[in-house]
């Protein structure tokens, strides 16, 4: 199961990074890995930890490495629900020191590009606000534009990056 997970990780960062073969069995490697998406417009999302409350995590939690595990899990679990609950479709994985979800939305709906970043906002803030209340982890979140295609997926990997990047300074 472990071995699967990486290589399900892998995959992700190789579509992060815009170096995911666009074959005729990509979609079913994506799929042996359990990825799935069932559109083919994305929204990735960067997420920074900023603190780790000490009285959950304990004294100098912020360097505490052997929290980290937990606080991805935690992450990756409760993120992943909420855009599951709002009809999307959301992919987490760590890379370059950050927790990145790669979203996945449509317009069936009928809504158009600003109603469905509105909806990812909303997820977003309910997640970070949710985190923060019940496990004491605080976060900041950037997000990208939504862009075509699984070529798109590196476009906006690298928007919510100058993103998230800009707001640390």
């Given at each position: 199961?472990?071995q699967?997970?990486?290589?399900?990780?892998?995959?992700?960062?190789?579509?992060?990074?815009?170096?995911?073969?666009?074959?005729?069995?990509?979609?079913?490697?994506?799929?042996?890995?359990?990825?799935?998406?069932?559109?083919?417009?994305?929204?990735?999302?960067?997420?920074?930890?900023?603190?780790?409350?000490?009285?959950?995590f304990?004294?100098?939690?912020?360097?505490?490495?052997?929290?980290?595990?937990?606080?991805?899990?935690?992450?990756?679990?409760?993120?992943?629900?909420?855009?599951?609950?709002?009809?999307?479709?959301?992919?987490?994985?760590?890379?370059?020191?950050?927790?990145?979800?790669?979203?996945?939305?449509?317009?069936?709906?009928?809504?158009?590009?600003?109603?469905?970043?509105?909806?990812?906002?909303?997820v977003?803030?309910?997640?970070?606000?949710?985190?923060?209340?019940?496990?004491?982890?605080?976060?900041?979140?950037?997000?990208?534009?939504?862009?075509?295609?699984?070529?798109?997926?590196?476009?906006?990997?690298?928007?919510?990056?100058?993103?998230?990047?800009?707001?640390?300074?």
């Amino acid at each position: 199961i472990k071995q699967k997970e990486t290589l399900k990780n892998d995959c992700l960062i190789k579509l992060l990074k815009g170096k995911f073969n666009q074959t005729l069995n990509a979609d079913s490697t994506l799929l042996e890995y359990g990825i799935c998406f069932k559109s083919d417009l994305y929204v990735v999302s960067v997420f920074s930890i900023l603190r780790l409350e000490e009285e959950i995590f304990g004294e100098n939690a912020a360097g505490q490495a052997e929290s980290m595990p937990l606080v991805h899990f935690i992450m990756k679990n409760i993120v992943e629900e909420m855009f599951q609950q709002s009809q999307q479709t959301a992919y987490m994985v760590e890379y370059d020191n950050y927790l990145v979800f790669i979203i996945n939305t449509d317009r069936s709906g009928g809504n158009d590009e600003t109603e469905l970043l509105e909806l990812i906002r909303s997820v977003i803030r309910k997640s970070i606000d949710f985190i923060e209340e019940k496990f004491g982890i605080v976060l900041t979140a950037a997000i990208s534009n939504a862009h075509q295609g699984q070529n798109g997926i590196k476009t906006a990997y690298f928007e919510a990056l100058e993103v998230i990047e800009y707001q640390s300074f």
